[in-house]
C-alpha cells in the first residue's frame, strides 16, 4: 500500500464523514460486546441476551454504513476502478467487511443457543471468543480507517 501510493497516478481518496459514524457504531458493538461477555460471565440472563441484540445490531449497522458509504463514493464517481487508492480502500473496507460477516454468524450460532434455553454458562465460550473478535476486528478497523484517512 505504502510503494504503491509512491507513484504518479495516486490520488487519495476523500473518504465520507459517513465512515466516521460506522467507527462509532463499530466501538459501541465492541464496548456492547463486553459488556455482554461480563453478564455472560456472571451468569446475569437478563443482560446477556439483550446485549447480544445490542451488539449484533450496532455491527448490522456498521456494515450497512459501509455499504451506504460505497454507494456514496461510487455515486460521486468514485468507484472500485477510478484509481488505485479507490481499489485499495474498496478492497481493504470490503475483507474487513467480510470478516465482520463471519464474526456475525458466530453471534448469530450464540444468539440462537441462548434464544432456545440454553443457560448464559453453555454460550458463555462462544461469546467471550466474540468479543475478542469484535476488539480485535475494531483495532484492525482502526489502524486501517487511520491509515486510509492519512493517504
Not at 38 to 43: I, P
Not at 63 to 73: E, T
Request: with cysteine; proline share 3%; hydrophobic share 55%.
Amino acid at each position: 500500500y505504502s510503494e504503491r501510493m509512491e507513484l504518479g497516478d495516486w490520488v487519495p481518496l476523500g473518504e465520507p464523514m459517513l465512515l466516521w459514524v460506522n467507527t462509532a457504531m463499530l466501538v459501541l458493538a465492541s464496548v456492547a460486546f463486553q459488556w455482554t461477555r461480563n453478564a455472560a460471565v456472571d451468569g446475569i440472563r437478563g443482560r446477556v441476551i439483550p446485549g447480544m441484540f445490542l451488539s449484533g445490531a450496532l455491527t448490522i449497522a456498521f456494515v450497512a454504513g459501509q455499504l451506504a458509504a460505497w454507494k456514496m463514493l461510487t455515486d460521486a464517481g468514485q468507484g472500485v476502478t477510478g484509481s488505485p487508492a479507490n481499489g485499495f480502500f474498496y478492497l481493504m473496507t470490503g475483507a474487513h467487511a467480510l470478516h465482520i460477516l463471519g464474526g456475525l454468524y458466530v453471534w448469530a450460532r450464540a444468539l440462537v443457543r441462548l434464544l432456545t434455553g440454553r443457560e448464559p454458562a453453555a454460550v458463555r465460550q462462544s461469546i467471550e471468543l466474540c468479543t475478542v473478535y469484535w476488539h480485535f476486528l475494531l483495532v484492525v478497523w482502526l489502524v486501517m480507517f487511520g491509515l486510509l484517512l492519512s493517504t
